[in-house]
């Protein structure tokens, strides 16, 4: 058993996280923990002992850095020791990938996260792949709206392909309008999550913000434009190629995707992977990837994501 003895205000900071998390870090660390008084105890394997006071200490430059610890620190200071990137800890967090919105601050909460974030600020295209939670839709409408308020863009396009997933179009109440909208529902939450129901309303009806499927980008040559193609997995190779060549100049695009939710009749023939193939190597585009271990929603979500990728590779 080994310990380390943690004088206040450190000790302060730093315990009650710990506690609260000791069955997550007891697991990437593959050590046991324990805490008494000032001390932090833990056992196991001398290479697992050894990289957990590594990341102690890297912990603790970052309470001294920033005062304190928060959780979305700690968060991502244990995304970072699952990468192998523990000498990371405290240098990812900065001011290109914190975001103000309205009053509310933006932090990544993973080391992918925080390289998302750059990359959308420093890539006129970028590509996001991951499963669902991981963030990619959300960030990316929080760096949009970023730009839209610093007068970075003038607007705002939201698009989505509308594949029916289990349900037929045509069968939904409404005009054309009310029958796209529960696409783009994941869109608005996050729009009113940032800048509430009025404002985002507001910005709809003055075309500031628009929402429109896929097909109506077609012949667009789309300027000053912050333009995000959620969904991006459910495109043809037509589809995706035509979307990549409308944004106009002084515009950004990001494309998301989750290529283990396809939802054509043939998934093999998905336009993101053939746009992945032949695009990644140009300069000014950038391709990010998310796993489960930047899921962001419930911790449970996370163990789903694993178990199906576990059951997909014996099959």
């Known amino acids: ?5 943690y004088p206040d205000p450190y000790s302060q900071d730093l315990f009650p996280i710990i506690q609260k998390n000791i069955v997550q870090l007891e697991s990437t660390f593959k050590i046991d923990i324990s805490l008494r008084g000032n001390k932090i105890m833990f056992e196991g394997e001398s290479r697992y002992k050894k990289t957990f006071k590594k ?3 890297h912990i603790l430059e970052l309470i001294k850095k920033n005062g304190d610890l928060n959780e979305d620190d700690f968060n991502l200071s244990l995304s970072l020791a699952n990468d192998g990137k523990i000498e990371m800890i405290g240098k990812e967090i900065d001011s290109k990938s914190i975001l103000k919105l309205n009053g509310k601050e933006v932090t990544a909460k993973t080391y992918n996260q925080s390289n998302y974030i750059k990359a959308m600020k420093k890539s006129d295209l970028v590509f996001s792949i991951g499963p669902a939670g991981t963030g ?8 949009a709206l970023h730009y839209l308020l610093k007068k970075g863009v003038e607007r705002i396009v939201l698009t989505r392909p509308v594949v029916e997933a289990g349900e037929k179009l045509g069968f939904l109440p409404g005009d054309i309008q009310q029958k796209v909208n529960p696409y783009f529902r994941p869109l608005y939450d996050a729009l009113y999550h940032f800048i509430g129901f009025e404002k985002t309303s507001e910005y709809i009806e003055k075309g500031i913000i628009e929402l429109a499927p896929l097909a109506y980008m077609r012949g ?3 300027n000053k434009a912050f333009i995000i193609l959620d969904e991006g997995q459910n495109t043809s190779n037509s ?4 979307f990549l060549t409308r944004f106009g100049q002084n515009s950004k695009v990001v494309v998301t995707a989750d290529i283990s939710q396809i939802d054509l009749t ?3 023939k998905s336009g993101i992977f053939k746009a992945i193939k032949i695009l990644k190597s140009i300069k000014g585009i950038r391709i990010i990837t998310l796993n489960s271990t930047d899921v962001i929603r419930h911790e449970l979500v996370q163990k ?3 178990a199906y990728e576990k059951k997909k590779n014996e099959v």
């Open 1 to 5: 058993m080994e310990e380390i003895i």
């Open 55 to 57: 990341y102690l200490k």
């Open 136 to 143: 990619k839709t959300f960030l990316a409408i929080a760096v």
């Open 220 to 222: 667009r040559t789309i």
């Open 239 to 242: 589809q995706m190629k035509m």
């Open 266 to 268: 043939e998934p093999k």
């Open 304 to 306: 789903i994501i694993e």
